[in-house]
């Protein structure tokens, strides 16, 4: 019951967060337009968030999300249309307090993507972006436990659909929040993290692909544009 009103709590939470956000950037953007973005077509984009874990229970209660970062190179070919490559870092460290075997450690992934998109600026300085992923990365379990049983590894295929709200900080620089939804191509089990039960968890129960709600911010340089002083 405790857990329970908890994630609701928690749900509740960063509802409100999103929302204040979304008020934030929208009222930004409407201020008095000093500068915009010159030459847009090539740029570098970092993305920071805050991975959530979903859908698998086991994979959403023994693993909190600490950092997803993913740079990447980013070229719009045509009017409203981009694609991107880029990198994916993300890495999830054990609750401690809900593993049914004691143990510490974490999951790091490592990969690559490719993405397609829309983007459109709204105004001079506030600009829309919408997105899909897709790449591989790898995922390491390094646990007390996998020391000792050998380290877990898993190569899997990844979508991920991403949406960007853009602020013109001056010619050639901007700066973005990030609500993405990654899917990732494996069902996780316990013994990726070393243990021996299944915790009362059925194979039906774990048979969804990890996933994981991202909740971040981003910085953009443009190339080709002259900074103004």
Same mark, same amino acid.
């Given at each position: ?7 609701k709590?928690k749900s509740s939470n960063?509802? /409100?967060?999103i929302? %204040?956000l ?6 930004? *953007? ?7 973005i010159g030459?847009?077509?090539? &740029? ?5 968030? @805050?991975?959530s ?7 959403r209660n023994?693993l ?12 719009r /070919?045509a %009017? $409203?249309l981009?694609v991107?490559?880029?990198?994916r870092? *993300?890495?999830y460290?054990v609750?401690?307090f809900?593993v049914p075997?004691?143990t510490?450690?974490g999951? &790091? !992934?490592f ?7 829309? !983007? %459109?600026?709204? !105004?001079?300085? /506030?600009g829309?972006?919408?997105s @899909?992923?897709t790449?591989f ?6 646990t007390? @436990?996998?020391?000792e049983t050998?380290?877990?590894r898993v $190569?899997?295929?990844f979508?991920?659909?991403t949406?960007?709200?853009v602020?013109?900080a001056?010619?050639?620089v ?7 939804? &990654?899917?990732?191509g +494996?069902?996780?089990k316990?013994y ?8 009362g968890y059925s194979?039906?129960?774990?048979? %969804?692909?990890?996933?994981s709600l991202l909740?971040?911010?981003?910085f !953009?340089? +443009?190339?080709? &544009?002259?900074?103004s002083?």
């Open positions: 019951m405790e857990v329970s009103s908890f994630r709590m960063v509802f /409100f967060s929302r %204040k979304v008020i934030v950037v929208t009222g930004l *953007s409407c201020y008095p337009v000093y500068s915009q030459d847009d077509r090539l &740029n570098f984009t970092m993305e920071a968030a @805050l991975p874990g979903r859908a698998n229970p086991a994979y023994y909190n999300g600490l950092i997803n970062a993913q740079p990447k190179l980013q070229y /070919f %009017k $409203t981009f991107a490559a880029g990198a870092y *993300s890495y460290t609750s401690e809900k075997q004691k510490t450690g999951a &790091n !992934t990969g690559g993507f490719v993405e397609i998109g829309w !983007t %459109k600026w709204q !105004t001079p300085r /506030f829309l972006e919408f @899909l992923k790449g990365a790898q995922h390491v379990f390094i007390g @436990l996998t020391r050998g380290i877990q $190569t899997a295929p979508v991920q659909p949406i960007s709200l602020l013109a001056d010619e050639a901007a700066y973005r929040w990030i609500v993405g939804y &990654n899917i990732d +494996y069902d996780f316990p990726h993290l070393g243990m021996n039960t299944m915790d194979e039906s129960d774990l048979s %969804k692909p990890s996933q909740v971040g911010f981003a !953009t340089y +443009y190339f080709g &544009n002259e900074r002083e």
